[in-house]
């Protein structure tokens, strides 16, 4: 006949098939620090990674809009002249 266990033996200090000792539990809690503090790293030094090469692209996007604006305000300028000089012409 099978053994009933109480929900007190079931969690006892002594029987260790059913709870960790606080050794493994403290070694657990290291190892899971240990992973945190490992994919923190990782983690800081990709997202390191990823700013500085947005904050790259974002500085070239905005050579390139400077670009583009003046670019703009250049032909808007012979537009004008061109304008003023087909108005003159008539």
Do not use: C, W
């Amino acid at each position: 006949m099978a053994k009933i266990i109480s929900s007190d033996e079931k969690y006892s200090t002594t029987d260790n098939q059913f709870s960790p000792g606080f050794a493994d539990i403290q070694k657990l809690k290291d190892n899971l620090d240990y992973e945190q503090r490992r994919i923190t790293d990782v983690e800081d030094s990709s997202l390191k990674d990823t700013l500085k090469r947005l904050q790259n692209e974002k500085h070239e996007l905005q050579e390139k809009l400077t670009e583009v604006l003046s670019l703009a305000i250049q032909q808007g300028k012979i537009n004008k002249v061109k304008h003023d000089l087909q108005i003159g012409v008539k």
